[in-house]
């Protein structure tokens, strides 16, 4: 998807939840895209009529990229977050096994 049909994405998006698309409210969505294709993209969504929004794209939350300087300090963190995943489905599939027991004994 190109930043202008981004924008023209973020706009209808904010229309559809009931406010009134500004550059404001689209720069808070779309984030590091330029001002004047905001305006841009802005001025295009205002043109459209409202039985041609259906053929703009849903809008996507663009991804925060990570910087290299950060990614040393997520290091510990996503591997704390492996193991705390790895517990939990350890404990899942002994619920389960629990469960099925209490079922065979009930019968």
Not at 25 to 33: P, S
């Amino acid at each position: 998807m190109s930043p202008i049909e981004h924008v023209i994405s973020a706009a209808k998006s904010i229309a559809i939840n009931g406010h009134t698309p500004s550059v404001a409210l689209i720069k808070a969505r779309v984030g590091k895209i330029p001002m004047p294709i905001i305006v841009q993209g802005l001025q295009q969504f205002k043109a459209l009529p409202k039985s041609e929004w259906q053929t703009i794209a849903d809008f996507v939350a663009p991804q925060h990229e990570v910087e290299a300087t950060e990614s040393p300090l997520l290091e510990p963190i996503m591997k704390h977050q492996q193991l705390m995943q790895q517990q939990i489905n350890e404990l899942l599939q002994r619920v389960a096994l629990l469960e099925q027991q209490l079922n065979d004994k009930a019968l």
